[in-house]
């Protein structure tokens, strides 16, 4: 994973380096998907504010931009969907990638990550939709400036930069009201009530103080 941009000590990490050095831990975590199915998830990773410390942001730093792997040889879901732009991309507020919550995840259930849940390494930011926990990191780059995410880029009618988890904001073809816990309820039971920032309130409404969260989706 290469680490660069506005930062006093730029890296490439490899996996024996993270294993090495990070402090690893197991976090339970809600995932609350877009489309509205929600899980349990136990990841196995290390804050993103350890790797952080360790390249040393510049001040004009305010955005964190997560690049994931592009290889169409090996994966040819990638080639022929010119709508869809390859390499996925994604990015978060500076303040939002150091918060406690936000991890790096290496494991899943105990085990590393299979390749199709983003081996070797994702982001996990569990009080926004899943989407915006990106896959497969590559680059990780340290921007001044708000970057451009995947799914702005390919339907901006539909997916905003913030994409908190919010209940009362739908999704243009759907209500973000409620969802389905998978694992929990059969497809006849009752969904689920959807808590703000997926419950993570206490910990990162803070981050938003004085937004309009419908605006700033």
């Not at 197991?26 to 790797?51: D, H, I, K, N, Q």
């Not at 990638?78 to 494991?107: K, Q």
């Not at 009362?168 to 039971?189: C, T």
Request: net charge positive.
């Amino acid at each position: 994973v290469e680490v660069t941009g506005l930062v006093a000590k730029p890296r490439t990490f490899d996996l024996d380096d993270l294993m090495r050095t990070m402090p690893f831990e197991e976090r339970l975590y809600r995932f609350r998907c877009v489309e509205a199915w929600s899980m349990a998830v136990p990841w196995t990773g290390f804050p993103f504010s350890a790797l952080v410390k360790l390249v040393e942001p510049r001040s004009e730093a305010k955005y964190v931009r997560f690049v994931t792997v592009n290889r169409p040889k090996e994966m040819p879901g990638m080639v022929g969907a010119p709508w869809y732009p390859w390499p996925y991309f994604e990015g978060l507020r500076l303040d939002e990638a150091m918060n406690p919550l936000t991890l790096i995840a290496t494991g899943l259930y105990g085990k590393p990550l299979p390749k199709q849940n983003g081996a070797p390494v994702r982001i996990v930011v569990p009080w926004k939709y899943g989407f915006k926990s990106g896959k497969s990191l590559v680059r990780i780059r340290f921007v001044e400036k708000q970057p451009q995410t995947s799914w702005q880029r390919a339907a901006p009618q539909e997916y905003g930069f913030y994409s908190n988890v919010n209940p009362q904001v739908s999704h243009p073809r759907w209500s973000q009201a409620s969802e389905r816990r998978i694992g929990e309820d059969g497809l006849l039971q009752r969904k689920r009530p959807t808590l703000m920032f997926n419950g993570y309130a206490e910990q990162v409404a803070s981050l938003y103080a004085g937004m309009d969260l419908r605006q700033a989706y």
